[in-house]
């Protein structure tokens, strides 16, 4: 049975289309089928991360509208087996979007193409392509920076899945929530500059599934159109291989939380 | 014949009705909780409810200094006898009160009252006997009636909890920008940060009760204090409200 996972913030710009292709990549690396929906009708920016931008032929808004089966606007990638992406529309908006369709789209991925899961990422806002990708959603990776305004918004989503999600409406199980805590900078934090992990663990009380460090290596790899996952190199390419393990159930311990320490030779010599 | 409840009868509105269109705004629509008279009209007969009002101005002239005033219909003797609400209306406003609107009555009444520019205000739970006399509300009658609502979860931004008739229990925090509403207690096993409610019928016993005060607002029976107003030595901590003289009081939880 497959899981539909929603990658959700309400605010924009703090690293839900970088998670989704980052957290979908690193499922489909430890072998599970995966597909990444871009739910950003209007403003695909999915397929530019992910670097499949030339081979978009047709996207989610075709296939529920019939205008194409799922066959063909899926697009396999070429650097992970097991992966796939299914991409937004650029020329239509979020109204195109329908519950019985996208329904009828999560049904098909889980049963006709054997998905195990299915990663939603959704645009930002609290507007319909928000609702719509939260909607049927088992799972839900909130994206938090550590600053008040995120915070407060990601609340905000919280509040929306524990009451409009068909989990909620049908009073389910809810929907099972993790906090991924992007662009942190623990120097920043320690300095008051940024709220720290604790302050943001304590306003929005959900598990901490990992913290992505403030990296340079995010920029580059996005305008590569490599997920930085691959980036081995990268601590934010290390914190979202930890995040993916600690989903599938291994139990690590957080890094990049901490001030790094300066190693014996640049205390000696100063820098740094 | 007539009778004049001058007992403090609180509405509530709805909330925040914003227009989406943020630029050059002509107005802006807001919720709020007024105190008005309500007047149990019994039977409708114009001379004795002239005499009647003119008796009651005689006792209290400041009163009656064109004070709005919500005509309710429940206690109507004879429920069919039509009733002229224009006629009505000139009556009234010619001795100091300005009807606002009804409450209860039959659907004929409340098409009539609306022709005559009065609407329909919510329906309260009953207080009338069968002999048409009212009797004060019983508190220990209100203690036994009391309906609880426990939320399990914690009250997240942006929404909107009430407990209508009994106490709000929150098993966890209170976001900022949330609001806990009830019509008796509010308890909160967790931080309070957005805004809370207690007693918003008016029952001025209600408490508020949480494990750390944060909120952007405490208000009991309409008496409320922003956060600006909190003595910082009561921030972040468990504290107990209660109203005093119509003064909120804050007091810490000793654990």
Known sequence: MATIIVVTSGKGGVGKTTTSASFATGLAQRGYRTVVIDFDVGLRNLDLIMGCERRVVYDFINVINNEATLNQALIRDKRVENLYILPASQTRDKDALTKEGVERILSELKQNFEFEYVVCDSPAGIERGALMALYYADEALVVTNPEV????????????LSSRSRRAEQSENPV????????????????????TVQDVLEILAIPLLGVVPESSAVLQSSNAGIPVILDENSDAGLAYSDLVDRFLGKDLPHRFIEIPKKGFLKRLFGGG | ?????????????????????????????????????????????????????????????????????????????????????????????????????????????????????????????????????????????????????????????????????????????????????????????????GRALAGVKG?????????????????????????????????????????????????????
Not at chain 2, 82 to 98: M, P, Q, T, V
Not at chain 2, 217 to 244: M, W
């Open chain 1, 149 to 160: 305004s995120s915070v407060r918004d990601s609340d905000r989503i919280l509040g929306i």
């Open chain 1, 176 to 195: 099972k929530e993790h906090l991924v805590l992007a662009r942190y900078a623990p120097d920043r934090a320690n300095r008051g500059d940024m709220l």
């Open chain 2, 1 to 193: 014949m007539l009778f004049i409840e001058v007992f403090q009868d609180l509405m509530l509105l709805p909330r925040s009705l914003h227009a989406s269109n943020a630029e050059t705004l002509p107005f802006e629509l807001k919720g709020s909780l007024f105190t008005l008279t309500v007047m149990h009209l019994f039977h409708l007969d114009h001379a004795v409810i002239e005499r009647h009002l003119l008796d009651k101005v005689k006792q209290a002239p400041g009163f009656f200094n064109n004070t709005p005033v919500v005509i309710d219909l429940e206690g109507m003797t004879e429920p069919k006898q039509a009733i002229d609400f224009e006629r009505l209306y000139a009556l009234l406003r010619k001795n100091g009160l300005i009807p606002v609107g009804i409450r209860n009555g039959s659907p004929e009444y409340q098409e009539a009252a609306l022709l005559a520019g009065l609407p329909m205000l919510p329906e309260r739970r009953s207080n009338t006997n069968a002999n048409g006399l009212i009797r004060k509300t019983d508190l220990n009658e209100l203690t036994a009636s009391l309906r609880n609502r426990i939320i399990r979860q914690p009250v997240r931004s942006g929404q909107e909890v009430y407990a209508p008739d009994g106490d709000l229990i929150v098993l966890g925090a209170v976001s900022a920008g949330a609001d806990v509403i009830a019509d008796g207690n509010i308890h909160i096993y967790g931080a309070l940060r």
């Open chain 2, 203 to 255: 029952n001025i016993e209600s408490w508020i009760f949480c494990q750390s005060l944060e909120a952007e607002l405490i208000s009991i029976a309409g008496h409320y204090q922003v956060c600006e107003q909190f003595n910082p030595t009561d921030l972040a901590k468990a504290a107990q409200i209660c109203l005093r003289e119509e003064r909120l009081i804050i007091e810490h939880l000793t654990r």
